[in-house]
C-alpha cells in the first residue's frame, strides 16, 4: 500500500494529464453520439423501414467486441485517440437511438433518458441537477414576474391606487399562490399535452396579444388608445380561436402568426377611423423618456402621469 501510495505521489501530474485526456475523449465522443444519435432517432420514426434498417445496424455495431472493432478501425484511422472516440461514439449510438424512438411520443424525456442510460451516474446526476435548477429559476422568475403584474400593474393602478407597501406585498404573496395553485392544476389536467406544447400556445399567445402593439407604438405615431386596445384583444382572441377551431392542424400556420397579422391589421385600421392623439402629448412623454434621471424624479414623474390620469 505505501509503495501505491508513492508511486501515485510520484505520478500525479501524469496520472492528471491522462485523466484530463480521457475526460476530452470521452466528452466529445458523447456530444458527437447526442448530435448524431437524437435527429436520428427522429427521422425514423416517420419510416418502419428505416426504424429496422438502422435499430439492426446499430445492435449488429453494439455485438462486435470492442477490442476487435478497435483493431478493425486502426487500419484505417492509425494509433491513438481517433480509434478511442470512433469506439465510444459507435457503442453510445444505441441507446440514444433507441431511447429517442422510444420516447418520441414524450419528447421532453428525452434528455434525461439519455444522460442515465449513457454517461456516468455521477456526471448524469450532476447534468440532472442542472436541468432541474433551469426549470426552477424559469418557474420562480414566471411566477414573481406574474404576481408583480397583478398586484402593481392591475391592483394598484386600477383597483387601489392607495395601497400602502406592506398591503402590495400581502397581494403579490397571494397572487404567487394562486398562479402556482392555478398551475399545478393545470398540469394535472393536461389531457396528455405535453408541457413544451403548452408552452408554445402561451408563447404565440403573448406575442400575437403585445407584438403589434409594440410595434405600432414604437414605429407609427398616428396609434390611437382605441387601436392599441383593439390590436391586443384580437391578437389574444384570434391566435385562441385559430387554435382551438383546429386551423392551425388544417392550415400549418402557427396561431401567433394569425393572431399577429390580424392584430396588426386591425390595430391600423381602428386607429384609422378614430381620433388621433394629440401630437403634442406625444412629443412631450417622448422628450420625458428620454432624459436620464435619478429616482426620485421617476418617482415624481409616475405620480404626475397618475394624477393626470
Known amino acids: 500500500m505505501t509503495d501505491f501510495l508513492a508511486l501515485l505521489a510520484a505520478k500525479h501530474s501524469e496520472l492528471l494529464r491522462l485523466f484530463i485526456d480521457h475526460m476530452n ?14 435527429p436520428v432517432g427522429i427521422v425514423i420514426t416517420h419510416s418502419r423501414l428505416a426504424t429496422r434498417i438502422v435499430i439492426g445496424l446499430a445492435n449488429i455495431m453494439q455485438s ?36 429517442t424512438y422510444t420516447d418520441i411520443n414524450d419528447p421532453e424525456t428525452i434528455f434525461g433518458r439519455i444522460l442515465t442510460s449513457v454517461l456516468n ?9 442542472g436541468l432541474m435548477a433551469l426549470i426552477m429559476s424559469t418557474v420562480d422568475s414566471c411566477l414573481l414576474c406574474a404576481a408583480s403584474t397583478l398586484s402593481e ?14 398591503h402590495l406585498l400581502r397581494v403579490s404573496r397571494l397572487s404567487v399562490l394562486l398562479i402556482a395553485l392555478l398551475g399545478t392544476i393545470l398540469a394535472l389536467n393536461s389531457g396528455g399535452r405535453s408541457v413544451m406544447s403548452a408552452m408554445l400556445f402561451a408563447s404565440g399567445g403573448l ?3 403585445f407584438g403589434p402593439t409594440l410595434l405600432l407604438s414604437l414605429y407609427w405615431k398616428r396609434l390611437t388608445e382605441a387601436g392599441l386596445i383593439a390590436a391586443m384583444l384580437t391578437g389574444f382572441s384570434a391566435s385562441v380561436a385559430w387554435k382551438v377551431g383546429g386551423m392551425a392542424k388544417i392550415s400549418s400556420i402557427h396561431e401567433s402568426c394569425f393572431g399577429f397579422f390580424a392584430a396588426l391589421v386591425l390595430g391600423t385600421v381602428i386607429s384609422l377611423i378614430t381620433k388621433p392623439l394629440p401630437q403634442e402629448e406625444i412629443a412631450r412623454e417622448l422628450q420625458i423618456i428620454s432624459r436620464d434621471y435619478r429616482v426620485e424624479q421617476l418617482s415624481e414623474i409616475e405620480r404626475g402621469f397618475q394624477s393626470a390620469q
Do not use: Q
Request: charged share 10%; glycine share 6%; aromatic share 10%.
Open 25 to 38: 475523449m470521452t466528452t466529445m465522443a458523447v456530444f458527437i453520439s447526442l448530435s448524431i444519435g437524437i
Open 64 to 99: 462486435i467486441p470492442c477490442i476487435a472493432l478497435l483493431a478493425f478501425s486502426v487500419p484505417f484511422v492509425g494509433i491513438g485517440a481517433k480509434p478511442a472516440i470512433m469506439m465510444v461514439i459507435i457503442y453510445a449510438l444505441l441507446p440514444i437511438i433507441k431511447n
Open 121 to 129: 451516474p455521477w456526471f448524469s446526476g450532476v447534468m440532472l441537477a
Open 153 to 166: 400593474d392591475f391592483y394598484h393602478t386600477c383597483i387601489n391606487r392607495n395601497a400602502s407597501k406592506e
Open 207 to 209: 406575442a400575437a396579444t
